[in-house]
Nanobody, 126 residues
Framework: QVQVVESGGGFAQPGGSLNLSCAASGLTADYYSIGWFRQAPGKEREGVACLSLGDGDIRYEASVKGRFTISRDNGENAVTLQMNSLSPEDTAVYYC???????????????????WGQGTQVTVSS
């Protein structure tokens, strides 16, 4: 049974930083990607940052490039999303998602996956 557990998030002022962490367990297939999606009220869900656990390929949504960094934690099935230079437009519920047999590129473009965390609120406001 796959489990996806998130931590982090919360409140930040514009220009500030937050980290999100995610750990997945029970992965038994040959190929997974893991990533972060977000959804703000009234907006479509978007793939923020995705990483292929097999080859380390990474894809970022255009608006977060250069500000957000996704990294794998010590070879484990766990990732951290470091979010810098936050703006109010980054306010959303962030979900950690795991996808089977899907590249990081496809996962983030489609903003869909097989196993979801519970979601964590990120609020950026002055």
């Amino acid at each position: 049974q796959v489990q996806v557990v998130e931590s982090g998030g919360g409140f930040a002022q514009p220009g500030g930083s937050l980290n999100l962490s995610c750990a997945a367990s029970g992965l038994t297939a040959d190929y997974y990607s893991i990533g972060w999606f977000r959804q703000a009220p009234g907006k479509e869900r978007e793939g923020v940052a995705c990483l292929s656990l097999g080859d380390g390929d990474i894809r970022y949504e255009a608006s977060v490039k250069g500000r957000f960094t996704i990294s794998r934690d010590n070879g484990e099935n766990a990732v951290t999303l470091q979010m810098n230079s936050l703006s109010p437009e980054d306010t959303a519920v962030y979900y950690c998602v795991v996808s089977k047999y899907t590249t990081a590129q496809a996962m983030c473009v489609l903003a869909n996956g097989d196993y979801w965390g519970q979601g964590t609120q990120v609020t950026v406001s002055s």
